[in-house]
């Protein structure tokens, strides 16, 4: 698919990190895995060099042998595979390599049941992007059985738990395929396109096509490691009643790093209780919640401090007036600006102590109480009347645009032309006082 190219592409850089570091096992299952998801002449050219390096490799390495070879067959056949009976089944211990391919990093032993191997086998199947098939959900599925189903799978697929060899991708492909699905957006984006939805987006790191090393980097997703913990609350539960600190024991954490880093490492990791672990993420939550409502508490408290003066002032508020009379508004004033006629309450106008102090004056004083209200009224005035004059133009143009019709086939000229000429009040109003141009 041409949708996977980019990660066939990612894939087969890592496999030839791996090829020139010498580790060859690695590097044909990188190989393999980027012919699988898009097949290039580069990645068939490499696999031919990987595997004849490989075979160079093993038949130096039984000619030098000699004749302890026998010896070192019959040691190897005792100690690759031990049989225990349990309930569960047979158990097989396998030695690890020494490029820890089928054991740890440091070739230590892993055990591993046939079920777990089998989970593994199952999961290794399905192609990266199938993340339903992976998960064995349905595309219709809830929120709640992609929970159910990571749950059990990381609990089968952990690498502390599960030494099966595969386990350690098997268990990246159900973190990765989780991701994916337990968020709304990119599942919505991998239902239309089938395809990884960050490698779509041009956001994936160019770690790799698998997780960042950090868990909460802004170019990667979170590390498998790190979405086990959160998942499970971050530590502190117990299994089977012989486990702690994590839920494979409190020992060294899985960490993994799906890119030219390497499979994973290793690192201890400090036990956390889960009352500690709620206690930071609501210390963090709180403090999310604060920086978002922070803009609002600023723009309160600059609104309250602009208007301190005003609070604190003595100042008289201007009286109320009105442009028609009435039994309230029973005394008629003029203003000396525009000439502009309102009425006001005489009581109310003459008990005004700046106002009343102005109009004893005789006369109006530039800056005075009673020259700023006039002003306000001429504003308003003015204000309502260019309202009422632009409405009455606009429709006065859709009668004229109506009258024209579709060409002006058929046009009463006449008739558009009295439109025209139509007086508006509140415009000739506006003319006569010296607001607007004839």
Request: net charge positive; with cysteine.
């Amino acid at each position: 698919m041409e949708g996977n190219k980019d990660e066939a592409i990612k894939c087969l850089s890592i496999a030839q990190k791996y090829r020139d570091a010498g580790n060859f096992p690695s590097a044909r299952k990188f190989c393999q895995k980027s012919i699988n998801l898009f097949s290039t002449p580069e990645a068939a050219k490499l696999l031919g060099s990987i595997e004849a390096a490989e075979a160079s490799g093993s038949s130096s390495s039984s000619a030098g042998s000699g004749p302890s070879t026998s010896n070192g067959n019959a040691q190897a056949s005792s100690s690759s595979t031990e049989t225990h009976p349990s309930a569960s089944g047979a158990k097989h211990r396998t030695t690890g390599s020494a490029n820890g391919t089928a054991g740890g990093m440091g070739g230590e032993k892993r055990e591993f049941t046939a079920e777990q191997l089998n989970v593994v086998k199952r999961v290794k199947a399905c192609k990266v992007t199938e993340y339903y098939e992976i998960l064995s959900v349905k595309k219709d599925c809830e929120e709640a059985e992609i929970k159910k189903a990571y749950r059990k799978l990381a609990l089968a697929l952990h690498p502390d738990k599960n030494g099966a060899p595969g386990a350690d991708e098997a268990f990246k492909m159900v973190s990765k395929a989780f991701q994916v699905l337990s968020d709304s957006q990119k599942r919505a984006i991998y239902d239309q396109s089938g395809s990884d939805p960050e490698s779509r987006s041009g956001g994936m790191s160019p770690r790799g096509p698998g997780f960042s090393a950090s868990p909460f980097g802004g170019e990667g997703e979170m590390s498998p490691e790190d979405l086990f913990n959160m998942f499970f609350g971050g530590g502190g539960m117990t299994m089977n009643g012989g486990f702690g600190g994590s839920p494979f024991g409190g020992g060294p954490v899985f960490t993994a790093s799906f890119g030219p880093g390497g499979f994973r490492t290793t690192r201890m990791r400090t036990n956390m209780g889960g009352a500690q672990a709620q206690q930071q993420g609501g210390g963090a939550q709180g403090r999310s919640l604060f920086m978002q409502l922070l803009p609002l508490i600023l723009l309160i408290a600059f609104s309250f401090l602009s208007a301190i003066p005003d609070i604190l002032s003595t100042s008289i508020p201007d009286p109320r007036y009105s442009f028609s009379p009435s039994t309230r508004f029973n005394t008629e004033r003029q203003t000396s600006g525009l000439g502009i006629k309102y009425h006001v309450n005489e009581h109310e106008f003459k008990n005004h102590r700046q106002i009343a102090a102005d109009i004893a004056g005789g006369a109006h004083r530039r800056g005075s109480a009673l020259s700023r209200f006039e002003g306000q009224v001429e504003q308003v005035y003015t204000s309502t009347l260019y309202s009422d004059c632009q409405r009455a133009v606009e429709r006065r143009q859709r009668k004229r645009d109506a009258e024209i019709g579709f060409f002006g086939v058929g046009t009463d000229w006449e008739k558009v032309k009295a439109i025209e000429g139509e007086k508006i009040d509140s415009c000739e109003e506006l003319k006569r006082l010296g607001v607007i141009k004839s």
